[in-house]
């Protein structure tokens, strides 16, 4: 099972130690930004946004996705349901391939993956009334009567909390709580299986949040949803996901199931991350050892040579600047890309493989 | 005064009204706080509760009309800076009360070198030479932690990060020595790390230099880690202010006592389903009559509806808190 695999296809070969179905497959997922220069727009190198990834969803579950802005977990979000043309790799919804699929094909599937995006206010068109928001994946998808589409309608904002008889406002009449009720709205009109949440309540107030993230947990529990929730709010992640990804530079640092990553971070990054989380109670602040990681990110269009947390890990070692490590499983479920749980290094790091 | 020392800013009923076109908005209604020397207050609130706009109503930052700080007292070195001159206030502001904003990026200016926007408050306000002044910006970039700190006088804004761009902003807050420093969301724009970063730099920097500090921020976490004192507002008014401890350990407003249990935590136990504030925080658009948590509230009674409760004493720690519900006394049983 510590089997390391190679290249992009190999580096989750023993993922089947779970047994659930799984909906979502990525794996080597390569999202590259050209950088150009001068007045032919010469290609001069790349932002390697994400570098490389691969995990898997499982049906029904919630997925946590996290690291800091620039990380690529947006981006990550986004190339999954083709909203960018990826430039390497392999995304499989629901047994079919989406990175390579031709317009045709890809248009059929939309049916099945959705996205609720971050804010609100710029993802509704503010020219048009909730309800034909709402119809308009039933427009372009469905061929339902009038009044069918209306029915649906209604049933749709009945399932998200929104009154049947604000169908006809536009969306600067609501608030930012609400406004996310009416994108949530939008992504389930066509029953879909796959829903990305990119960062859904980044924009809301505290009060607000617990409100559209009970909403979310509800409509999974009653519609059989399967989410990647992508956020920065660590504490939030901890809440509604079952697993949770931990990125960092356009790459996968960690990736455990719930508790085991907020108990026992293995990557040196997440324990920082996790670390750095101020708690509401002064008595636990006061006696908290902090780890301060020092510097910034660096660039994604430059990453650092070897791991690229080598930069500010507290615990790099002489490896870490020349061998890039290989994300793998080191406990049942718990993947982690550092070279402080080599197989040869874990005697000594006190991790043990399954 | 519950502690010895005299206060170095203290607001008495400030009143803030925005005047719109679909009416007057009362943004800030009967405000009164006070900040002890060396002391770090925090506000906490959520967006529209007034934190921000109490604020600026002090040093007369928002522009006039539409706002107008219509009422109450702010007592500085001697000074109410509600009435006082405009010549008056541009010697305070920037020289003796620091402001940091939440956004490094729109509150540094991207055309000028960030040694020129250090060096503008130590020759308008201290009189500096030009060499003096820019051998104490030197001074004020490295004692924010910024490292090479000579040669970077000469960068732009955009050539540091965000991270990099709020210690800045810090050191520019700082330059003129200020009795008090106000910092409004300084880390929300910030990652996770980087506000580790800064809070700790805050926490250094205010033992070394001893200047009392206003902290608002949503982030009750945030507040747990370094105020003194916390603040905590709603529909434009203080519903509740304790010592840090006692507010996160004996919450009594029922809006404190749900804020603190919407937040998820990193650390300790999960709850299986999050608590929720049902409704939507308040339209301020009349000065309160009644409670303006009312709606939202699980404890709410027929006085909630009929008059406005005035802060009340809990206690002897120095706790206030304006609601007519006693947990002590109308039992603890929460929503």
Known sequence: ???????????????????????????????????????????????????????????????????????????????????????????????????????????????????????????????????????????????????????????????????????????HEFSGGQRQRIGIARALALNPKFIVCDEPIAALDVSIQAQVVNLLEELQEKLGLTYLFISHDLSMVRHIADRVAVMYLGQMAELAPREALYSTPLHPYTEALLSAVPDPDPAVETRRERIILSGDVPSPANPPKGCNFCTRCPKVLPICKDVEPVFREVQPRHYVACHLYDPDMTQDAGATGA | MPDGALPVLEVKDLKTVFRTRGGQVHAVNSVSFHLRPGELLGVVGESGSGKSVTMMSLIGLLPSPPANVSDGQILFDGHDLRTASEETLRKIRGARIGFIFQDPMTSLNPVFTVGFQLMEPLRKHMGLSKARARDRAVELLELVGIPDARPRLKD??????????????????????????????????????????????????????????????????????????????????????????????????????????????????????????????????????????????????????????????????????????DAATQGEADA
């Open chain 1, 1 to 171: 099972m510590l089997d390391a695999g190679e290249g992009a296809g190999g580096a989750l070969a023993g993922h089947d130690t779970d047994p659930r179905r799984k909906l979502v497959e990525v794996r080597g997922l390569k999202m590259y930004f050209p950088i150009t220069s001068g007045l032919l727009r010469r290609h001069v190198g790349d932002v390697k946004a994400v570098d490389n990834v691969s995990f898997d969803i499982y049906e029904g579950e919630t997925l946590g996705l996290v690291g800091e802005s620039g990380c690529g977990k947006s981006t990550t979000g986004r190339a999954l349901l083709r909203l960018y043309e990826v430039t390497d790799g392999v995304v499989k919804i629901d047994g079919q391939e989406v990175a390579r699929a031709d317009a045709r094909t890809l248009r059929r599937m939309r049916t099945t993956m959705q996205m609720v995006f971050q804010d609100p206010q710029a993802s509704l068109n503010p020219r048009m009334t909730v309800a034909s928001i709402i119809s308009e994946p039933l427009d372009e998808h469905t061929r339902l009567s009038k009044k069918e589409k209306l029915a649906r309608i209604y049933e749709l904002m009945d399932a998200v909390g929104l009154n049947r008889t604000f169908a006809n406002r536009y969306p």
């Open chain 2, 156 to 325: 732009y804004p955009h050539q540091f990060s965000g991270g990099m761009r709020q210690r800045v902003m810090i050191a520019i807050a700082l330059a003129c020595d200020p009795k008090v420093l106000i910092a409004d969301e300084p880390t929300t724009a910030l990652d996770v790390t980087i506000q580790a970063q800064i809070i700790e730099l805050v926490k250094e920097l205010r033992e070394k230099l001893g200047m009392a500090i206003v902290w608002i921020t949503h982030d009750l976490g945030v507040i747990a880690g370094i105020a003194d004192r916390v603040m905590v507002m709603y529909g434009g008014q203080v519903v509740e202010q304790a010592p840090a401890r006692e507010l996160f350990a004996n919450p009594q407003h029922p809006y404190t006592r749900a804020l603190l249990k919407t937040v998820p935590k990193v650390h300790g136990a999960r709850e299986p389903k999050l608590n929720v504030i049902e409704g939507q925080p308040p339209i301020l658009m009349a000065a309160p009559s009644a409670c303006s948590f009312r709606d939202r509230c699980a404890h709410a009674f027929a006085r909630c509806g009929a008059e406005n409760p005035r802060r009340r004493p809990v206690g002897a720690n120095g706790h206030d808190v304006a609601c007519f519900w």
